[in-house]
């Protein structure tokens, strides 16, 4: 194979995106092929590639005390497309890394319309790729269109594991009752005043709260087809509903919880619950309601969420909704390179392999990039050490996890080796979790400085 031969990208999506721009920057020539708006999903809006659905949020920035924060310094060490754009689309949200979609959406579009080594192609690929396409990334995200997971189940002699994904509304600003609403990030995290009063708080006193939960429970649902009534939901997605019936104070102990917050309406009487809304825009004209991810029915969701104190005339700019979510058993499919081992010219990442979160999502794109470009220039690359952050999140999806009951995963610490004896020793949480993230970046920048060499 030639090495100016184009690497085909499948999907324009996080991961897609992200291994476009890996093996463009590499010197390598990178077709993306990307459905929309050809055709169409449940979740996308628009056209743009790296389009935020779910949420705005990139969770937390912290890359000393959390695992998705050293996942963010990892993926800016490699000069990583997303994380690089979302950084100059931040919006203010205390210690998390919250976008402004739209731009962000634009900005990684513009960048990849403008690479000389990238062409994008704007159809859908109905099957399996073409024997002639030596090497493919299959970065088709959770909306994979049926058509190629067929074909992918087909090749793999494995059934398709799929999970229920929801999606939060949105508010207009403007509708919100700031006479009952305050402005203030949980226990008032952030270095600048914007950060600080990154969230909305709407307060609920028992009685509303217990009310709010009935109300819940009593909502009308979307109902699932036959087909789909075994599908498992994501645990960490799961609709507000959902929540709600596995308990009436679970709800206050999740995203509802009201500790770190004080309401300047009411100082002296502690809320029962919050509900907290973050800015969806740079403007400040969206808010998205903070997991409230839901199954309701539209007219439904209008109802319930106006008894909240300071939604009562909230004006909805999108509706939840929930959809379903395909991803492969990857501990079983795929090996160590994010290849199939059923037919290793096809390489995939992203959430079809069972990574959970945008985070992680470009992440895979940007390993399966880069293993892939080390391949086509013959130069040797190994994947990350596991005790790395893409590392981890690595060896737990093809082969760190249990096939038989593998499931989507966040990057978390657990999924890490632990730490010798002598960094472990008697450390509270926070020296274990620094121990972590020192030992991480070591390891990461050890394994980008190698000069490449000929395999």
């Not at 030639?2 to 721009?21: N, T």
Request: proline share 7%.
């Amino acid at each position: 194979m030639e090495a100016r031969d184009p690497i085909h990208v499948i999907g324009g999506g996080m991961a897609g995106s992200e291994a476009a721009w890996q093996l463009a920057r590499a010197g390598v020539p990178v077709v993306l092929h990307e459905m929309r708006p050809v055709v169409g999903t449940f979740a996308h809006r628009g056209a743009g590639l790296a389009e935020l659905v779910c949420s705005n949020s990139f969770r937390s920035d912290d890359d000393e005390q959390n695992a998705v924060g050293l996942l963010h310094w990892e993926m800016r060490q490699a000069d990583g497309l997303i994380i690089g754009t979302a950084d100059r689309h931040s919006l203010p949200a205390g210690s998390a890394l919250a976008i402004d979609r739209e731009p962000f959406s634009a900005a990684i579009t513009a960048t990849l319309e403008a690479h000389p080594l990238v062409a994008i192609d704007r159809a859908e690929v109905a099957g399996l790729p073409p024997a002639d396409w030596g090497s493919v990334i299959v970065a088709t995200g959770p909306l994979t269109s049926p058509a190629l997971a067929a074909a992918i189940r087909e090749l793999t002699d494995e059934s398709a594991l799929a999970f229920f994904d929801a999606i939060a509304p949105i508010v207009h600003f403007e509708s919100i009752d700031l006479s009952k609403a305050w402005f203030q990030s949980r226990y008032d995290k952030g270095e600048t005043e914007a950060e600080r009063t990154a969230y909305l708080n709407c307060p609920m006193d028992r009685d509303q709260y217990e009310a709010f939960v009935e109300a819940l429970i009593a909502a009308e649902k979307t109902e699932f087809k036959d087909w789909e009534r075994d599908t498992p939901y994501f645990e960490g997605c799961l609709p507000i509903e959902v929540m709600a019936e596995r308990g009436r104070d679970t709800l206050r102990f999740g995203p509802l919880k009201p500790v770190g917050l004080t309401n300047p309406h009411a100082p002296d009487r502690k809320p029962h619950a919050v509900v907290q809304l973050r800015r969806d825009n740079a403007l400040g004209t969206l808010y998205n309601i903070v997991g409230f991810q839901t199954k309701m029915r539209h007219g439904a969701q209008v109802e319930v969420f106006r008894t909240i104190p300071g939604l009562e005339n909230a004006a909805f700019a999108r509706l939840g909704g929930i959809h379903r979510n395909t991803f492969l058993n990857a501990p079983r499919l795929l090996d160590d390179r994010l290849r199939l081992r059923a037919d290793p010219r096809l390489r995939f990442a992203g959430q079809i392999t069972g990574v959970e979160g945008y985070v992680e999502s470009a992440a895979m794109g940007l390993l399966a990039g880069r293993l892939a470009a080390a391949d086509r220039l013959g130069h040797r690359l190994d994947p990350p050490p596991a005790t790395t952050a893409m590392g981890a999140l690595l060896r737990h999806v093809t082969g760190g996890a249990e096939a038989a009951t593998f499931q989507p995963m966040n990057v978390n610490f657990g999924l890490f080796p632990p730490l010798d004896e002598a960094r472990a020793g008697r450390r509270g949480r926070r020296d274990r979790y620094r121990a972590y993230t020192e030992r991480a970046k070591a390891a990461f920048n050890a394994w980008l400085a190698p000069a490449e060499v000929p395999a």
